[in-house]
């Protein structure tokens, strides 16, 4: 079945320590996205992907960064983890073809809390 | 800038009644995509219900339906027959018709009472 998958669900760490935040789809979308969302809180865009090798900075800022080495997986890296990063992370993907509505399929989150 | 604003932080509706949430955006753009997106407890969010702001006609879908208004720029969400299900977090979002960058309203959240 096709879906979009984000590992771990929850993750509690240590501060500075250096974390991955896994996201894969096989619904063969070339874009992918990372938002991140604060308890009760809108969702903000920190990264996105048109396709491989093509990452861009989302509308907030973020001490993430990304990777798209393959066409079903983005995952996102902190170096160096702060409570700062304390938050939910949403991965989502989509069609590449802007004809389409748009729509965004979004993963189950993970929930980083960094001590 | 695109930018999504939802006014009413939280709604609460006893089952089986209707209930509607607003949205309203600021855009330049004349063709452009609005959503409301449903973000249940558990956290996965789905895609309610969409509008192409070209078409006139309002959507529908099921029980969901939308008041689109767009020279007020304004998309709002009923909610008919409300059922438990429903209690979840709510977000408009607009997309510009030349891309797929969703940006989203601070959020609703429903809360539907036995």
């Known amino acids: 079945e096709a879906d979009i998958y984000q590992t771990p669900r929850y993750l509690v760490i240590g501060t500075g320590k250096k974390i991955t935040l896994e996201c894969s789809q096989t619904?063969?979308?070339?874009?992918m996205y990372w938002y991140q969302q604060d308890p009760g809180m809108e969702l903000h865009l920190i990264h996105y992907?048109?396709?491989?090798?093509?990452?861009e900075k989302g509308d907030l800022s973020s001490e993430s960064t990304v990777s798209r080495i393959r066409t079903e997986h983005f995952p996102l890296t902190l170096e160096s983890a702060r409570p700062s990063h304390t938050s939910q992370y949403l991965c989502?993907?989509?069609?590449?073809?802007?004809?389409?509505?748009?729509?965004?399929?979004f993963g189950p989150g993970t929930r980083l809390t960094v001590l | 800038a695109q930018t999504v604003t939802q006014s009413q932080p939280e709604m609460s509706v006893q089952e089986a009644e209707t209930v509607t949430l607003s949205c309203t955006y600021d855009?330049?753009?004349?063709?452009?995509?609005l959503f409301w997106y449903k973000q249940p407890p558990s956290r996965q969010m789905i895609l309610v219900i969409r509008q192409e702001a070209y078409k006139q006609q309002n959507a529908t879908e099921n029980r969901f339906s939308v008041n689109f208004q767009k020279a007020a720029k304004s998309f709002s969400l009923k909610i008919s027959d409300s059922q438990l299900g429903d209690t979840a977090m709510y977000f408009c979002a607009f997309s510009k018709a030349a891309g797929n960058k969703l940006t989203f309203g601070g959020g609703t959240r429903v809360l539907v009472k036995p």
């Open positions: 989502a993907s989509s069609e590449l073809d802007t004809s389409s509505y748009n729509e965004q399929f």
């Open positions: 855009t330049s753009e004349n063709n452009y995509y």
């Open positions: 619904m063969g979308h070339d874009k």
């Open positions: 992907s048109y396709g491989v090798n093509s990452t």
